[in-house]
C-alpha cells in the first residue's frame, strides 16, 4: 500500500506484527523514537512486557507490541537502518548473493493516527505468563547443525528422499544452531516450539526468553535451543527444519527429520 496509514484510538494500541518478506529483517520502532512494549513472541505471551524502543523481526518471526498513543500525536512505525556490512569481502559477498538490499536504509511502514476516545488505557499487567523453563539437565540428546555458506546445513544441500535427524517422541533436545557464514540467518523448527538457553554462551534478551519457533543466528555465533517433541510420531512424515530466507532454503538450506515412537528402528535413510 502506497503511504499506509491508520486510525487508531487514542490510547494504548496493540500491533501483532509479522515479517512476511523473503529475506530483508527490519529494526522496528517509530518516527520519534517513543518507547513501547513487546509481550509476545512467536509462540505466545511473554513472562512480562519488554520495554524497547527497537525490535528486529527476520522472516518468519512474529511479536506482539503495545504502543502508548495517548498524547495524540500522528506517529509512523519504521524500520531502521541496520547499517553496512562490516567488511568489503563481506560486502561483495552480499552484493554477489543478493543480500542485505534496503537494510541499510530507512524504510516508512505504516502511520498511526490517534483519533479521540473516552476509554482510558487500563495499566500494562506486571505479569502476562508463567512459563515452565526445562533444564539442560532434562535433554536426551545435544544436536549440532552449521549453517554454512553456500546454502548448506551440515555441508549438505536439502534432499527431499533423505531424512536427516530421527527424533522420539516424548523426548526433550538441544540443538545447536551455529552460523560460519557472511549474514544472519533466521533458523525455523517445524513441529515445536522452543525455548532459547543462549547465544555464544551468553543468556537470551528478556524479549528472547518466551515461545519461539524462529530464531535469528547471526554470523560467528552459536544459538542452543532447548524443546520437546510431544506428539505426532510418524516414521513416513518428516518435518523440515531450515533458513527463513526463501533464497536460501531454495538453494538447499533445509533438512528434515522424524519423530517416531520409543524404541522404534525407522528404515530412513
Known amino acids: 500500500t502506497y503511504n499506509p496509514h491508520v486510525d487508531a484510538p487514542a490510547r494504548n494500541v496493540r500491533l501483532r506484527l509479522l515479517n512476511g518478506s523473503n529475506a530483508r529483517r527490519y529494526n522496528i520502532g517509530f518516527s520519534d523514537n517513543r518507547e513501547f512494549h513487546q509481550i509476545a513472541s512467536d509462540g505466545g505471551f511473554l513472562e512480562a512486557p519488554v520495554p524497547l524502543d527497537r525490535l528486529l523481526l527476520s522472516p518468519g518471526e512474529r511479536a506482539e507490541i503495545i504502543v502508548d498513543l495517548s498524547d495524540g500525536n ?14 568489503l569481502i563481506e560486502n561483495l559477498g552480499q552484493t554477489i548473493m543478493g543480500m542485505g538490499k534496503d537494510e541499510d536504509t530507512i524504510i516508512n511502514l505504516m502511520e498511526l493516527r490517534p483519533q479521540p ?7 500494562l499487567p506486571e505479569r502476562l505468563n508463567t512459563i515452565d523453563r526445562w533444564e539442560e539437565s532434562q535433554a536426551s540428546k545435544t544436536r549440532q547443525f552449521s549453517f554454512n ?6 555441508g ?9 535427524e530421527v527424533v522420539e517422541v516424548g523426548d526433550v533436545e538441544i540443538w545447536e544452531l551455529s552460523n560460519p557464514s557472511f549474514r544472519s540467518h ?7 516450539q522452543f525455548q532459547v538457553l543462549d547465544r555464544n554462551g551468553e543468556p537470551p534478551s528478556p524479549n528472547e526468553r518466551g515461545w519461539k519457533d524462529t530464531i535469528t543466528v547471526n554470523k560467528d555465533e552459536t544459538v542452543r535451543v532447548i524443546m520437546q517433541f510431544k506428539d505426532y510420531a510418524d516414521p513416513e512424515m518428516p518435518y523440515m527444519f531450515h533458513c527463513h530466507i526463501l533464497e536460501h532454503e531454495d538453494r ?9 515412537d520409543k524404541g522404534a528402528n525407522p528404515n530412513v535413510h
Open 74 to 87: 500522528n506517529v509512523v512505525l519504521m524500520s531502521y537502518a541496520l547499517g553496512a556490512a562490516d567488511s
Open 117 to 123: 476516545t473516552d476509554e482510558a488505557s487500563p495499566p
Open 149 to 154: 555458506n553456500g546454502s548448506r546445513i551440515n
Open 156 to 164: 549438505l544441500k536439502m534432499d527431499m528422499g533423505r531424512i536427516d
Open 186 to 192: 533466521p533458523i525455523h523448527i517445524h513441529d515445536v
Open 252 to 260: 538447499g538450506m533445509m533438512g528434515q527429520f522424524v519423530v517416531v
